[in-house]
């Protein structure tokens, strides 16, 4: 029986209880057991993390510091993330029931965003601008947004914390986290990290506990500045809503119903597997699954018949061990939306060809499993293909042409994804370009790089993580003006261009 563990949150430069003593647990997808105790934050525990978060960004030893130094303290953070992967990854499949394959390979590549977003931190620069004044210097200064509040989802909680926290402290922001009630001791651990590190106290602070007790007080707290938010579309609208209110600056990295598209040209065994990883993958529980497989109707039958053989041989199974390829649904609520989405698919006329329903601890399933599924005959226009299940339930819709498929791909809310499978060099590029959506993958899929801008088109989100320009989500200009000629000129006049 692995220790049943008792965790604090991380609060000021402090290991904290939640001022009102509270707690919840933390269950094992897997086994349905708890596993572990986490404070249960509420708006007294916020105000704290945001005063805090506050103080450090207005003045002291961060304020202070250089952007050389802090990107030094981003490398530092990245080098201990690397040497505790494995024990990060173990937290990880414990609290969301992933693959261990899949958070270790997480982990294992979260260092780069702190090593990236560290080299970026001093080469954060303003400009001189070619002033249309006479006797003017104007220059501008890139400055942190301030306190940002970073709220995430479930499905890969450090890494979705990176994609947010990296670039935020090296633009010199301070940060409030607030991980899913169902992941939280992975960022709890992660903190451990940060402290050892050598951040000054405030920079980064953790507020654990739901979505309205702890979430909402963080996403209104006057001292938030900026709000990040990963997570579902209609949590992204009142996230929004909220910080409207205050005007807050906001960025969301919502949902999808990509679609992932197979021409007759592709390589078949490629394409197969293509679609396989962009569902099954995650167990389906990623924002990019490419849930809606778009096949040319010249290849169907025997693209169906290949897939539907390789998707049958995939092993449910413990995410601890490494052979399993299909894990648990993370959450139980998750579970029955998964379950309800098959009935709806089957009650709409889709044709289930593979799975459809719980998996029995016979077929190596458990408490929260779904046997891998698959839909054929969906109509782009059922709930199946529009609404987003987030488990692994693939939709498949046959097209006829390029146009044809543009059309479908297009012809939903969400814009998060797409993947295309072709050997022509001149269709790809056409896909890529009349596709709307944040990434398109030809012949690969789920491929996500911390070099590469990532973010929704339509009501997939709003603003970019990873690369260079994620950094602009926590900076502001500003711009300074210095007269280099004589007296002030006339004070009731502005001064406009060619005048002195
Ligand atoms: P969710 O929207 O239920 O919760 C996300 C976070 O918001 C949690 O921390 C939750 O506690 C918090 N929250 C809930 N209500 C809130 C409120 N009123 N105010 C402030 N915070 C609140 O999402 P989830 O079920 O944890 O995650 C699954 C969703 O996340 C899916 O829709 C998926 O597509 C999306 N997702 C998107 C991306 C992306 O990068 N685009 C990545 C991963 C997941």
Redesign the pocket.
Known sequence: MPEFKEYKTFIGGEWVAAQSGETFESEDPYTGEPWALIPRCGADDVDRAVRAAYDAWDAGPWADMTATARGRLLRKLGDLIAENAEHLAEIEVRDNGKLISEMLAQCKYLPEWYYFYGGLADKIEGSVIASDKPDTFNYTLREPVGVCAM??????PLL?VGWKLAPALAAGCTCVL?????TSASLLEFMKLVEEAGFPPGVVNVVTG???E???P??THPGVAKVA????????R??YE?AAQGLKKVSL????KSPNIVFDDCVLEDAVNGAISGIFAATGQ???AGSRLLVQETIHDEFMERLVEVASTARMGDPKRAETQVGPVT?PP?YEKVLEYIDIAKNEGATCVLGGGPAGADEGGGKYFVKPTIFDNVKNDMRIAQE?V?GPVLSVITFKDEEDAIRIGNDVVYG?AAGVWTQSLNRATVMAKRLRAGTVWVNTYRAVSVTAP?G?YKQ??IGR?NGQEAIEQYLQTKSVMINTGAGAGNPFVMKVAGSS
């Open positions: 709220i995430t989802p479930w499905n890969s979705l607030k991980p899913s009630e169902f739901t979505g309205r702890a979430g909402e963080l996403v938010f990963t997570g579902g579309g209609s949590t992204g009142q996230v909220q990295e919502l949902g999808g990623t924002c990019i959450t998750q987003e987030f998060l990532f929704g997939s989100g993580e």
